[in-house]
C-alpha cells in the first residue's frame, strides 16, 4: 500500500513539475504523502513555509495532477509533520487576527540569497540583526530600486529569528497593509487593539515605507508605534526605494528616526552575480541550464533580479512543454533574440510560383497592366503576401510586378486584409498559401 501511494504521490510531483514548472521548487521532493482515504490525500511537510507554498501556489496544480494519476476527484491537505514550529501559530492565534497572518516565501532565505559587493553591508546588517534583535542596529533602514533583494532580505531575517530557540514575536507586513489596517482601526473605532498588536512585537518589519509618503495620520501613528518599540529596545528593520531622506512628503521627525540606526542599500548585481543569482534560482527549481544559458540570460537582463528570474522561469517553462532540456536556442528564442518560426527567407519568386500556380495566370499577367479581376486579384494576393513574408520595402515590391507605386502596394495589402476579415473562404485560401511557402 505505502508502495502504491509512493507510486502515485510520485507521479503527481512530476506532473506539476512538467506542467506547472513555475511553482515547482527542488525541495518538494522531501514533501511525503501520508495517506490517501476517500479522496483525500494527506501530505506532510516538515516547514511551515513550505505548507503555506503548497497551499497557496500549487494546490490547483496538485489537484489536477492527482486527478489525472488517480482518475478521481481529490482533495489535498498538508500537514505539519515538525512540532518545533508551534510558537508560531500560538502566536498568530492569540496575537494576531485572521486578516493579518502572513506567511513567508520559502524560497526568501539566507542560504538563497548570493552575497556580493551591491549587498554586503546590508546582508551583514540582517545577520547581525538575527543574531542580537534590538541591540545592533536600531532601526534597519535597507533601500535600493525595485527587485533588487530587500523584500527578501527582510523575509530571510524574519525566517532566521523564527527558527531560534526562543523564536521571537515577529509582525512583518508591508506598509500598505500597515496603513489599510490602522485606516480600517479609525473607522471601526478600534484603535486600542490596533496598537496593542503592533506594540507587543518583539521584532516590527515593515516593507516598502516609502507607501507612507503623504498620509499624515498614518505617519503620526506610525510615529507612535516606532517610538513605543523602540523604547522599549525591540527591533524595527524597514526597507524603501529611497534612502529616507528622499522619501516625497515624510515628516522630518520620522526621517530623522529612520536615519538614526543604519541605512544600508542595495545595488544593482555585477555580472558575475547575476550569474551566481540565476544558478540559486536553476537549482531552487531543481535544473540545471548549461552555462552559456545562464551568460546569456545574465547578459541580456542587467536591472532588475526579478526579471533575470522571470527569464529563467519562462526558459524553464518552455522547455519542459518539450522535452525538458534547456539549451541555447530556446533561451535565445524565449528571450526574443531569435524568430521562432524561421520564415524571413521567403522570396518574391517563391510567392510569384506559388500565386501563378493556384490561380493558373502567368507572371507576364501580373507584371503587365491589365486590371480585371482575375488577374488583379492574384495580383494583390502577392503583393499582401510579399509584404508580409518578406522584408522588401513596399517600393520593392511594387517594382516586381510592372513598376507599381508604394500606394498601390499598400492599398493591395489592405483590400486582401480586410478581406481576410470579412470572408472566410479568402481567409482559407490565403492561409494555405502562407502555410505551403512557409514549409518550404
Ligand atoms: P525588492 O523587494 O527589492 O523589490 P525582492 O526581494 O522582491 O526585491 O527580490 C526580487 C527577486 O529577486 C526575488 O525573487 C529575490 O529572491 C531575488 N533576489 C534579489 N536579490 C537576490 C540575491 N542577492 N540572491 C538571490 N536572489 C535575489
Ligand atoms: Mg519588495
Not at 494546490?59 to 515538525?82: K, M, P
Not at 516606532?226 to 523604547?231: D, E, I, T
Not at 516625497?248 to 555580472?271: A, H, M, W
Not at 522588401?392 to 511594387?398: A, F, K, Q, R
Request: aromatic share 8%; with cysteine; glycine share 6%.
Amino acid at each position: 500500500m505505502a508502495d502504491v501511494l509512493t507510486d502515485i504521490w510520485d507521479k503527481i510531483l512530476r506532473y506539476l513539475q512538467k506542467h506547472h514548472s513555475q511553482f515547482w521548487r527542488s525541495w518538494l521532493e522531501q514533501v511525503e504523502p501520508i495517506s490517501l482515504e476517500n479522496g483525500l490525500l494527506r501530505i506532510g511537510v516538515p516547514e511551515r513555509s513550505w505548507q503555506q507554498y503548497l497551499k497557496q501556489f500549487c494546490n490547483a496544480g496538485l489537484r489536477e495532477a492527482a486527478q489525472r494519476v488517480t482518475g478521481h476527484l481529490v482533495s489535498l491537505e498538508y500537514v505539519l509533520t515538525d512540532g518545533d514550529d508551534l510558537t508560531v501559530s500560538d502566536y498568530e492565534e492569540d496575537t494576531l487576527h485572521n486578516s493579518n497572518l502572513f506567511y513567508f516565501n520559502p524560497d526568501y532565505t539566507f542560504d538563497n540569497f548570493v552575497v556580493g559587493p551591491c549587498n554586503r553591508l546590508s546582508h551583514a546588517a540582517c545577520v547581525a540583526v538575527t543574531e542580537s534583535p534590538g541591540n545592533t542596529y536600531n532601526p534597519l533602514f535597507i533601500h535600493g530600486s525595485v527587485g533588487l533583494g530587500k523584500t527578501h532580505l527582510m523575509q530571510a531575517t524574519c525566517q532566521a529569528i523564527l527558527k531560534q530557540t526562543s523564536p521571537a514575536m515577529i509582525v512583518y507586513m508591508s506598509c500598505e497593509t500597515f496603513v489599510n489596517d490602522f485606516i480600517r482601526a479609525v473607522e471601526e473605532g478600534n484603535l486600542y487593539d490596533f496598537r496593542h498588536k503592533y506594540r507587543f512585537a518583539d521584532l516590527l518589519v515593515i516593507d516598502d515605507i516609502q507607501f507612507l509618503s503623504e498620509r499624515e495620520r498614518s505617519q503620526e501613528e506610525f510615529f507612535h508605534t516606532f517610538n513605543s518599540l523602540y523604547q522599549g529596545r525591540k527591533q524595527i528593520i524597514l526597507s524603501a526605494d529611497c534612502p529616507p531622506s528622499q522619501i516625497p512628503r515624510l515628516e522630518d521627525r520620522l526621517v530623522s528616526r529612520f536615519n538614526q540606526g543604519l541605512v544600508t542599500r542595495i545595488d544593482k548585481p555585477d555580472y558575475e552575480m547575476r550569474m551566481a543569482i540565476l544558478y540559486k534560482k536553476a537549482s531552487l527549481r531543481g535544473i540545471d541550464p548549461p552555462e552559456e544559458v545562464v551568460s546569456l540570460i545574465a547578459r541580456k537582463i542587467d536591472s532588475n533580479t526579478r526579471e533575470l528570474e522571470g527569464a529563467l522561469t519562462k526558459i524553464h517553462g518552455m522547455a519542459m512543454l518539450d522535452d525538458g532540456l534547456i539549451t541555447l536556442k530556446l533561451a535565445r528564442q524565449s528571450l526574443g533574440e531569435e524568430p521562432t518560426p524561421p520564415h524571413r527567407q521567403i522570396t518574391i519568386s517563391q510567392i510569384i510560383e506559388a500565386v501563378t500556380d493556384h490561380f493558373d495566370v502567368r507572371l507576364s499577367d501580373l507584371q503587365g497592366k491589365r486590371r480585371s479581376r482575375s488577374i488583379a486579384f492574384p495580383r494583390q494576393i502577392c503583393m499582401f503576401l510579399a509584404r508580409d513574408l518578406t522584408s522588401h520595402s513596399l517600393e520593392e515590391i511594387g517594382g516586381h510586378f510592372g513598376g507599381r507605386d508604394h500606394t498601390t502596394v499598400l492599398h493591395a495589402y489592405r483590400n486582401i486584409d480586410k478581406l481576410c476579415d470579412n470572408d472566410e473562404s479568402i481567409r482559407s485560401m490565403v492561409n494555405s498559401l502562407v502555410t505551403g511557402l512557409t514549409q518550404k
